[in-house]
């Protein structure tokens, strides 16, 4: 098995910033994929940000210019760095993670439990 367990969330001011955090663990061959979304009530999950090996990070239009996503691959970690902050970016973030535990097994999805970001006004 493989665990996602994010950290970093929590209660900010409209502008403000939140950087989370989400580590992988377990038996890993190799994480091909790690990304965020994010849900919000009354709302289908969204992607956030993801950043597949070997080629640059990709953005949902309401976080570009103000979210930037890194990996540590070291250390099977990914990032969201938050700034400039919104109302609307409220919602539950989850972490997504493609993983390939062994070279000859598929690539498998793997998600966190998420965390609670809330931005007031």
């Known amino acids: 098995q493989v665990q996602l367990v994010e950290s970093g969330g929590g209660l900010v001011q409209a502008g403000g910033s939140l950087r989370l955090s989400c580590a992988a663990s377990?038996?890993?061959?190799?994480?091909?994929?790690m990304g965020w979304y994010r849900q919000s009530p009354g709302k289908q999950r969204e992607l956030v940000a993801t950043?597949?090996?070997?080629?640059?990070?990709d953005y949902a239009d309401s976080a570009k210019g103000r979210f930037t996503i890194s990996r540590d691959n070291a250390n099977n970690t990914v990032y969201l760095q938050m700034n400039s902050l919104k109302p609307e970016d409220t919602a539950v973030y989850y972490c997504?993670?493609?993983?390939?535990?062994?070279?000859?097994?598929?690539?498998?999805?793997?998600w966190g439990q998420g965390t609670q970001v809330t931005v007031s006004s």
């Open positions: 997504h993670a493609k993983v390939k535990r062994r070279a000859y097994y598929v690539e498998e999805a793997y």
């Open positions: 950043v597949i090996s070997g080629r640059s990070a």
């Open positions: 377990g038996r890993i061959f190799r994480i091909n994929a």
